[in-house]
């Protein structure tokens, strides 16, 4: 007898560095971009949506590794031409794609915000993610750094909007023509080609100096660092002397604006480059003194140098400044959060011609996070459903009619399309995180009556309650009204429920 052939079962698993979100996530994720949003046009930035895909060429040499188009990006082969396409791996290189594409009939500066996914093929880790969503804000087109300047303050004002008290959160600016400035003091040439490699593996290095302190910076600087998982990372092989230049450099940083670019100046004094950068900080320092962003909402700190090699001048990170407890119990920072900077040559790649450009991005599930552990997420429990109960299944079209008449008031309500009993629908319910539910049985039915129950102690009544005579026993929070006054008693319940949310948060 033939062996019986097994069935191929796949597991229900996810790829590496991919979530699921669920609907509470999804409420609350949702109410925090609807403020984000508020901000964002508030500041008077106008809504744009890009493909999750784009030529690989159009990303451009700011690829992680422009030889290998999948290194870095998630990249495929389009079988039809053979050209190269990449999911995006940030907001910017599109944004760039899109102005060069209708430059003319733009208004100039093009001011633009955004909110979508973004992949990053990379190592995860434990709250890194290959997807994940940003949400930014950018002006190209305005070569003034007061647009530099706006921006942080729409990030300080955005956090704060979000829920984020001052102390909790602080931008951080910098400008890499400063740090032009050091690299031309410790023999790099800045802008010349051959030195692209090292002058990123330097602009990386400096960029992990919160995460890795200045030993690990020093061996990055130097030949390179193995982490904790045995991985290598390769240094860019400055000598000594070089190195120190860098350390000077990053142990400028003061809470006071003027005082930062006094201790920067000798550093740079020989360089163009650097005096311009740091003149362009006294004129932002000059701007949000104006606006009233103190240094303990915008601060300068030199350490800031953001990773990718399309930044051209100011740059600016979002960091968080309190303290939790991770799962192990332990203290940690949340750290940054969101960043960017000015970027005058992206747009340039395909114009031919400069055109000034400057952004800033929040991360928005790093921003989920902070706001959970500090308990100020709203979740959309006003969008909790009013379920109704099915008592006789030989009855469902009168509850279906019940139903109809709630959605035709607006009220957001569904029947319950199971089989089970009274028990295991108010179980049901329960975990649909139900506002009210609405029940008509055989007395109420023969009274011409129904009967509202408010869900917010619903988990320990699905435990309790076990049939009819019980519901009917149980009369807290609820109430049994004539048929005719469903719409009104919903409407009424659901607007106390409301009431109570808003003085308890």
């Not at 969503?133 to 729409?154: I, K, N, Y």
Request: charged letters at 30%.
């Amino acid at each position: 007898m033939a062996k019986k052939q097994k069935t191929f079962r796949p597991k229900p698993r996810l790829p590496k560095g991919l979530r699921d979100i669920r609907a509470d996530e999804i409420g609350a994720m949702t109410n925090m971009l609807a403020r984000l949003r508020e901000i964002y046009e508030l500041y008077g930035f106008e809504a744009l949506e890009t493909p999750a895909f784009e030529y690989s060429e159009c990303l451009g040499k700011f690829l992680p590794d422009q030889d290998r188009p999948n290194a870095g990006v998630f990249s495929f082969e389009e079988d039809e031409d053979g050209e190269w396409v990449s999911l995006r791996y940030d907001l910017t290189a599109p944004l760039a794609r899109f102005v060069a594409a209708n430059y003319d009939e733009l208004p100039k500066p093009f001011r633009r915000y955004q909110t979508g996914h973004v992949w990053r093929n990379e190592k995860p880790g434990p709250g890194r993610f290959r997807q994940f969503t940003q949400f930014d804000a950018d002006s190209v087109g305005a070569d003034s750094v007061a647009a530099d300047a706006e921006l942080a303050m729409l990030g300080a004002d955005s956090l704060e909007h979000l829920g984020l008290k001052r102390g909790d959160y602080l931008i951080n600016m910098n400008n890499r023509k400063i740090l032009d400035g050091v690299l031309e003091s410790a023999g790099i040439d800045p802008v010349a080609e051959e030195n692209a490699s090292q002058r990123l593996t330097v602009l990386r290095a400096i960029d992990k100096l919160d995460r890795l302190g200045e030993e690990g910076v020093t061996y990055l600087l130097g030949e390179g660092r193995k982490d904790e998982s045995g991985d290598f990372t390769k240094g860019a092989n400055l000598a000594p002397a070089q190195i120190d230049k860098f350390l000077v450099y990053l142990r400028a940083g003061n809470e006071a604006r003027g005082d930062v670019l006094g201790a920067l100046e000798p550093l740079v004094s020989e360089s163009p480059s650097g005096r311009e950068g740091l003149a362009e900080l006294r004129e932002i320092d000059d701007l949000l003194e104006a606006g009233s962003f103190k240094a303990d909402r915008v601060r300068f700190d030199p350490t800031i140098v953001r990773g990718l090699d399309y930044y051209t001048g100011p740059v600016m990170e979002a960091e968080l400044t309190f303290e939790t407890k991770n799962e192990e119990g332990e203290m940690v920072r949340f750290g940054s959060l969101g960043g960017g900077g000015r970027y005058d040559g992206l747009v340039a790649r395909f114009k031919g011609q400069p055109v000034p450009a400057t952004g800033f991005s929040i991360g928005v599930s790093r921003a989920y996070a902070a706001l959970e552990a500090l308990g100020k997420l709203e979740a959309d429990k006003r969008n909790a459903p009013v379920v109704v109960l099915v008592m006789d299944q030989e009855q469902k079209g009168r509850y279906q009619a019940m139903v109809q008449s709630l959605r035709g008031a607006g009220i957001k309500s569904e029947l319950y399309l199971g089989s089970s009993g009274m028990r295991a629908q108010l179980k049901y319910a329960d975990r649909r995180a139900a506002s009210l539910v609405v029940i008509e049985g055989e007395d109420e039915q023969a009274e011409g009556k129904v009967t509202i129950k408010d869900l917010d102690v619903g988990s320990e009544l699905s435990k309790e309650i076990t049939d009819n005579k019980e519901w009917r026993e149980s009369r807290a929070a609820q109430k049994t009204v004539g048929a005719d006054d469903l719409i009104s008693t919903v409407k009424e319940m659901l607007a106390a429920r409301n009431t109570d949310q808003e003085q308890s948060a």
